[in-house]
């Protein structure tokens, strides 16, 4: 392997473990929030799962920015003026709607409230359209992208093939 795929794979893989971690603290503290994590019911939120899907992801969004910038992709820099985390926090709240919406969907449309159906409404389904929007809205907004043309390299606009 190249010296640049060693480094693109550490990236990759430091960038999972990253995302899993937050993925992982979110979970739990959705479901200790909202159902109480065996706690005899008492949680805090129990009722209010949209609130508690916020406060979560909102600690697990933290997390996945301070990681990613301070672990993953520490040896680069960014070309936004506030470090990119503007578009971060833009993005991660524009794709948390849609888990939100699924776990919306599934407590008021089909009438499911159980701990279960939570989490596979909102942190299978739901995470998996989220995590398919970020990957999305970063190839297009944060990331810039280079094409070697004629033996140049040509910045594309974001969005551009």
């Given at each position: 392997?190249?010296?640049?795929?060693?480094?693109?794979?550490?990236?990759?893989g430091?960038?999972?473990?990253?995302?899993?971690?937050?993925?992982?603290?979110?979970?739990?503290?959705?479901?200790g929030?909202?159902?109480?994590?065996?706690?005899?019911?008492?949680?805090?939120?129990?009722?209010?799962?949209?609130?508690?899907?916020?406060?979560?992801?909102?600690?697990?969004?933290?997390?996945?920015y301070?990681?990613?910038?301070?672990?993953?992709?520490?040896?680069?820099s960014?070309?936004?003026?506030?470090?990119?985390?503007?578009?971060?926090?833009?993005?991660?709240?524009?794709?948390?709607?849609?888990?939100?919406?699924?776990?919306?969907?599934?407590?008021?449309?089909?009438?499911?409230?159980?701990?279960?159906?939570?989490?596979?409404?909102?942190?299978?389904?739901?995470?998996?359209?989220?995590?398919?929007?970020?990957?999305?809205?970063?190839?297009t907004?944060?990331?810039?992208?280079?094409?070697?043309?004629?033996?140049?390299?040509?910045?594309?606009?974001?969005?551009?093939?």
């Amino acid at each position: 392997m190249t010296p640049r795929g060693r480094q693109l794979a550490g990236e990759i893989g430091r960038y999972l473990a990253v995302g899993l971690g937050a993925t992982i603290v979110s979970f739990f503290l959705f479901n200790g929030l909202v159902h109480g994590l065996n706690t005899a019911d008492v949680a805090p939120l129990n009722g209010h799962p949209i609130p508690g899907y916020v406060i979560a992801n909102l600690v697990g969004t933290a997390i996945s920015y301070r990681g990613t910038r301070s672990w993953a992709f520490r040896h680069r820099s960014t070309t936004h003026l506030d470090g990119g985390r503007t578009a971060f926090v833009a993005i991660s709240v524009a794709t948390m709607i849609i888990p939100m919406a699924c776990l919306w969907f599934s407590r008021n449309v089909m009438g499911l409230d159980d701990p279960f159906s939570d989490n596979i409404s909102a942190n299978v389904i739901g995470l998996a359209l989220g995590n398919a929007g970020t990957v999305r809205a970063d190839a297009t907004v944060r990331v810039r992208r280079t094409r070697r043309s004629r033996g140049t390299r040509q910045r594309l606009t974001p969005g551009a093939r």
